[in-house]
C-alpha cells in the first residue's frame, strides 16, 4: 500500500540532492517544488529535475513558480 510522503520529507530530500549535487537554492523555492510532489517523492524529484534543467542558476522562488505555471499549462 502506498501512502503520501509529508510536504516536510520531500523538502528535505530535494534539499539533500541539491546539496549533494551543489545546486544552490531559496528555502521559498523547495516549499514550491516540494508541494508539487503532492506527496509523491518521483514526482518531486522529476519537478527538481527539470526545474534544474530549467533554469541553470540559484532555485529562487520565482524561478520555482514560473516553472510551476508552466508546467501545469503542460
Excluded: C, P, W
Amino acid at each position: 500500500e502506498f501512502r503520501l510522503i509529508s510536504t516536510d520529507l520531500l523538502k528535505e530530500q530535494v534539499k539533500a540532492v541539491y546539496d549533494a549535487e551543489g545546486v544552490s537554492y531559496t528555502d521559498e523555492a523547495l516549499n514550491v517544488i516540494a508541494k508539487q510532489g503532492n506527496g509523491s517523492s518521483r514526482d518531486m524529484l522529476s519537478f527538481a529535475d527539470i526545474n534544474t534543467s530549467f533554469q541553470k542558476v540559484e532555485r529562487t522562488l520565482n524561478s520555482a513558480f514560473a516553472f510551476s505555471r508552466s508546467a501545469s499549462v503542460v
